[in-house]
């Protein structure tokens, strides 16, 4: 199979398509057709040796495609999956558990289906099942036209929250139009002097950022990040700060896929590159500056 792979840490040259043995699936496992595999910054930092990775590997997590071969009883030759790859997604066929992917609904397209899992997971997890998050209340979300941002404006404002996003200038109307009520531009606003006593402040950003939101947050309420370090809290504000590590889930998959085909959670797709371009895909992933989704069309 024609694969990504990469040999040693170092810039988006690393990437190189090759000639790579195909995966073979064990036992409750699938083999993959993929057709769609979408990109996560994770993986630029697995490249660049940020987050250790062992190599040579091939990267890449999300992906939608066709099963082509299954030691698992409840999948068949020929199921339309999407979810997690267990052997690297950046290639034409991918082996995983069959409890990491779930059949992709009719209606969804392979691209929507690929943008999914790691994003929309991590959204619904932070807001959730880690911040409790109930109609209603408040939430600041940073970084809210990025890839698991869209996703989380979108996720809370259906639950009934009220959301104020935090971006640039240019991602306004974009962020505003998935359902926030209200945005930060922090490149000309201090987040903590435009906003206060928030529910949940949710960070996809990292560094200063999450510091910075631990002050808008209400006394007795919760930061949530997922970006790096977490900051201390004074214990007398009874302010939770935890740092989410997202973990798949079957039955998550199903339910955001679900709330795709019903046309109630929309994907934006930044860019599409072909597999043999992913060195641009993650020079792209790597300026932090992507509205949606970035993805790698496999099967082109
Ligand atoms: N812990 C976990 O399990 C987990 C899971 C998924 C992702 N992550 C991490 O979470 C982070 C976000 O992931 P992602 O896929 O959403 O990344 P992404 O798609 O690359 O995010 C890009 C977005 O970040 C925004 N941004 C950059 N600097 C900002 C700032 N100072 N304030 C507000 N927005 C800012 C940009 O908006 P502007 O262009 O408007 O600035 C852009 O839209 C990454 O570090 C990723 O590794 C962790």
């Known amino acids: ?92 066929l991918a082996v995983t558990p069959v409890s990491m992917v779930a059949e992709k609904p009719e209606g969804v397209s392979h691209e929507a289906a690929a943008a999914l899992p790691v994003a929309a997971m991590t959204a619904y997890q932070a807001l959730f099942d880690r911040g409790r998050l109930e109609g209603g209340q408040r939430v600041l979300i940073a970084g809210a036209a990025g890839g ?59 560094g200063a950022t999450t510091q910075a939101l631990l002050a808008t947050v209400r006394e007795g309420g919760t930061l949530v990040g997922i970006a790096g370090a977490m900051p201390e809290t004074d214990p007398s504000s009874g302010i939770r700060a935890e740092l989410l590590i997202m973990s798949p889930s079957r039955e998550q998959l199903v339910m955001l896929a679900d709330l795709v085909a019903r046309d109630e959670l929309k994907v934006e797709i930044a860019e599409r590159f072909p597999l043999a371009d992913a060195a641009k895909a993650h020079e792209m992933s790597e300026s932090g500056r992507t509205r949606g989704k970035i993805l790698l069309d496999v099967a082109g």
């Open 1 to 92: 199979m024609k694969a990504i792979v990469v040999r040693q840490t170092g810039g988006p040259e690393v990437l190189r398509l090759e000639d790579a043995p195909d995966p073979e699936p064990g036992e409750g496992q699938v083999l993959v057709r993929v057709e769609v595999a979408a990109i996560n910054p994770i993986e630029y930092k697995q490249r660049n040796g940020i987050v250790p990775k062992e190599l040579p590997a091939i990267l890449g997590s999300d992906f939608s495609g066709v099963v082509e071969r299954s030691l698992a009883t409840e999948l068949q030759e020929g199921a339309e999956v999407f979810g997690f790859a267990g052997s690297g997604a950046y290639a034409e």
């Open 148 to 206: 698991v941002g869209g996703f989380a404006v979108q996720l809370a404002s259906r639950a009934g929250a009220h959301v104020i996003g935090v971006g640039s200038a240019r991602n306004r109307d974009y962020v505003m139009s998935l359902g926030a009520t209200g945005y930060v531009d922090y490149t000309t606003e201090d987040v903590t002097q435009a906003i206060d006593d928030v529910d949940l402040a949710f960070d996809a950003v990292g």
